[in-house]
């Protein structure tokens, strides 16, 4: 079975444009979770999905968007690229009913230049 | 307001030897605690876990030990092998807003020297 994945692997911007990254979770997972892990520190929590429904938001700017699709799918939204925004993008899911388990991606290494 | 602390940003050990990676929690809620191993390029991956209802969980050469009264956790390694040789975080989850999220520490990179 395959894990989840997220595309682009790598990703180079420059300041004020913006990005999508995107998320398979696990088959079967209806619930996806989006983390920030600037180096040095832990990742932090951006959005949950659930559904198809933003089910919260950490302490992130309106610049973090999301949306999760009929196939439990996921994309990441930042507008207006700050150079603060570098850093890797993990999704993670998560099956319903089951412990606080997350299951990660590689994540997404975007450089914000 | 780190919930979470993971006060030692780096440790090395000899191969076979035990690994003692410690984290700290400041939230009396937390009640399941999971321990989560990095290596570059890779996601997290789950390693561990324990429930507060428990002292100490054991799994292979893993081993986690809770001690709430002092809201510390340790997480045991032994004997250590080369492969170990990577980033590990300690989490909590948390209910916000109606949302379930993992509140990490900062992370300990553990390097395993032959």
């Known amino acids: 079975d395959a894990g989840v994945t997220q595309s682009p692997t790598h990703l180079i911007k420059t300041r004020g444009q913006q990005v999508t990254l995107r998320c398979s979770p696990i088959?079967?997972?209806?619930?996806v979770s989006w983390y920030q892990q600037v180096l040095g520190q832990g990742p932090q929590f951006i959005f949950q999905?659930?559904?198809?429904?933003?089910?919260g938001r950490g302490n992130f700017p309106d610049r973090f968007s999301a949306r999760q699709f009929p196939n439990y799918s996921s994309e990441l939204n930042v507008n207006a690229l700050l150079l603060g925004d570098s850093a890797l993008y993990l999704c993670?899911?998560?099956?319903?009913?089951?412990?606080?388990?997350?299951?990660f991606g590689s994540g997404t290494q975007l450089s914000v230049l | 307001d780190q919930q979470v602390k993971q006060n030692s940003p780096s440790l090395s050990v000899q191969e076979g030897r035990i690994s003692i990676l410690n984290c700290d929690y400041t939230?009396?809620?937390?009640?399941?605690f999971l321990w989560y191993k990095k290596y570059p390029a890779e996601g997290p991956t789950f390693l561990i876990s324990?429930?507060?209802?428990?002292d100490k969980n054991e799994d292979g050469r893993f081993t986690v030990f809770l001690n709430k009264s002092a809201k510390h956790l340790s997480l045991h390694i032994v004997p250590s092998q080369p492969g170990d040789s990577a980033v590990y975080f300690c989490?909590?989850?948390?209910?916000?807003?109606?949302?379930?999220?993992?509140?990490f520490g900062q992370g300990t990179r553990l390097t395993i020297n032959p």
């Open positions: 993670a899911s998560r099956a319903t009913g089951t412990n606080e388990k997350l299951f």
């Open positions: 088959s079967g997972h209806k619930s």
């Open positions: 989490a909590a989850p948390q209910s916000v807003q109606g949302a379930q999220k993992l509140v």
């Open positions: 999905y659930y559904e198809k429904e933003e089910r």
């Open positions: 939230n009396s809620m937390f009640d399941y």
């Open positions: 324990i429930s507060s209802i428990k």
